[in-house]
């Protein structure tokens, strides 16, 4: 097939200057040997280092391309062997709040979800953790030996420093370990790999997350954390989802702040993920958190106070809080039972739920319990 058309599209369409008005799409090739194909063809026209040519981002992953198209300009395919679709903003879900100035030994939720009982047995020894967010703060002293080193997928030489603050708090609730003097997260030996694909506003685009995907599996993470949503169905974010599942690596997603009843975000809404909503300290679903019967299961989220950049703290609420716990239980059951895979997961976490309190509390789910999560573990042989 000739992938000329194609080429010359993407030629006229592809912006180089990053401050011209236009809105960020991605282009997917549906067989694999036209995207090889593409890629050679592309990169002997537009040889890497060259920036006088036109701008694209390669999407290995979902064999697909992203590029800026100007406001204005056709959009119609040359080529019925693609697909185009928009490479829309997604956004971290928390709210800030004020906080002590210091936070000292075990936080409430993961006192509340039964994780220091079980560190006897597990503490996330080795489990390699994926937290696609805005970085981490690698000189905040209660992670300083929970972290590898990660990638910055907005500026490739340097660290995924943390500019934000919310993957900070992703972070120590999943594994700070600094008992004497600061906070102890879930699994205090587990390994955080920092993924940055969100800039300082918390923001992010689909291809940032695909590329932060296509770099868990390839450097083989036992788990990904997505504390992040959007309104909107992607497949190309499907595709990249699809492909974490099968490589065998669970997804922990938030549902969302918007106190729906029959909706999540996406990703969570995909049933390749384990949907996660927000609990109070009553064991009640939070007044901000999505729920029904698209959250897999809850966990606490109500002013959760974790690390926070500079060495401090802060306070923060929303299903992001959430998922963080989850992530963490789940790298205690890994370090108990590795090799375990996303569907075995999710069926011992359904197993094995604490039951919401409130008159309307859904019945088919719960909030994660993380001694029933192992006495279930045990139960499956």
């Known amino acids: 097939m000739d992938l000329s058309p194609v080429l010359r599209w993407l030629e006229e369409r592809a912006l180089t200057a990053p401050d011209r008005q236009g809105v960020r799409c991605m282009l997917r090739f549906r067989h694999p040997r036209d995207y090889r194909r593409f890629v050679r063809e592309w990169t002997a026209r537009h040889p ?48 800030v709040r004020s906080a002590p100035a210091v936070e000292q030994g075990i936080p409430w939720g993961v006192k509340q979800i039964r994780a220091p009982m079980a560190w006897r047995l597990t503490t996330g ?23 590898s080193r990660g990638i910055n997928l907005l500026a490739r030489s340097m660290l995924p420093h943390d500019d934000n603050g919310h993957g900070t708090h992703i972070a120590g609730t999943i594994a700070a370990a600094n008992q004497l003097h600061g906070m102890v997260g879930v699994a205090p030996r587990a390994v955080i790999h920092p993924v940055k694909a969100f ?8 291809s940032d997350i695909i590329l932060g995907i296509e770099w868990c599996i390839r450097n083989r993470m036992d788990i990904i954390n997505m504390s992040f949503g959007m309104k909107t169905r992607s497949r190309a974010l ?28 996406y990703p969570a809404r995909f049933p390749q993920t384990l949907s996660v909503g927000a609990t109070t300290r009553m064991r009640r679903i939070a007044p901000f958190s999505n729920r029904g019967s698209l959250v897999d299961i809850y966990a606490p989220g109500d002013k959760i106070i974790s690390a926070w950049l500079r060495g401090k703290y802060n306070e923060m609420s929303g299903t992001s809080m959430s ?59």
């Open 48 to 95: 890497p280092g060259r920036p006088e040519g036109p701008a694209i981002r390669l999407l290995p992953l979902i064999r697909g391309v992203s590029f800026m198209l100007p406001a204005g300009r056709p959009t119609g395919l040359p080529w019925a062997g693609c697909a185009l679709e928009p490479d829309s903003r997604i956004a971290v879900h928390g709210t």
């Open 125 to 147: 020894y080795r489990i390699k953790v994926g937290v696609i967010d805005t970085g981490v703060d690698f000189s905040h002293p209660d992670l300083r030996h929970s972290i």
């Open 199 to 206: 800039d300082h506003n918390g923001s992010a685009y689909v």
């Open 323 to 381: 998922t963080s716990h989850v992530t963490g239980a789940i790298a205690l059951l890994l370090a108990y039972r590795p090799g375990l895979s996303p569907a075995e997961i999710k069926e011992i976490l359904r197993n094995s739920m604490n039951p919401l309190r409130g008159a309307k509390a859904p019945k088919r789910t719960g909030e994660i319990d993380v001694m029933r999560m192992l006495a279930a573990a045990d139960r499956l042989g």
């Open 238 to 265: 499907l595709a990249a989802v699809q492909n974490a599942w099968r490589a065998g690596i669970i997804i922990v997603a938030s549902s969302g702040n918007d106190a729906k009843r029959k909706a999540i975000d």
